[in-house]
């Protein structure tokens, strides 16, 4: 078992940045892909970033892509996602998840760990 706790989330303007951090403890390996999602308000969770266990192409959704940056330090258990120039549509509950097959895919029910969510929100 793996639990992930985020953090880092909060009430920001548009054009600011955020760095969601997500903590792994229990059995966490440096082979597992990872992923941060999201979900606004009203409706379904949405892929944001995945990262592969090693040497595999990181991919971003298209509405984050050249704003969002996702990174992890093994070594600490550690996720994160670097969020620039935010905007009002950025605003949800951010989740970080794990894929045990270390795909990072983006499709959630490939990930079998989740975390509880931070919020973020976005004012314009």
């Known amino acids: 078992q793996v639990q992930l706790v985020e953090s880092g989330g909060g009430l920001v303007q548009a054009g600011d940045s955020l760095r969601l951090s997500c903590a792994a403890s229990?059995?966490?390996?440096?082979?597992?892909?990872m992923g941060w999602f999201r979900q606004a308000p009203g409706k379904e969770r949405d892929f944001v970033a995945g990262?592969?266990?090693?040497?595999?192409?990181?991919d971003y959704a298209d509405s984050v892509k050249g704003r969002f940056t996702i990174s992890r330090e093994n070594a600490k258990r550690m996720v994160y996602l670097q969020m620039n120039s935010l905007k009002p549509g950025d605003t949800g509950v951010y989740y970080c998840a794990i894929d045990r097959n270390g795909s990072g895919s983006r499709h959630e029910t490939r990930y079998d760990f989740w975390g509880q969510g931070t919020q973020v929100t976005v004012s314009s």
């Open positions: 229990g059995r966490f390996l440096s082979t597992y892909g």
């Open positions: 990262m592969p266990w090693f040497g595999g192409r990181i």
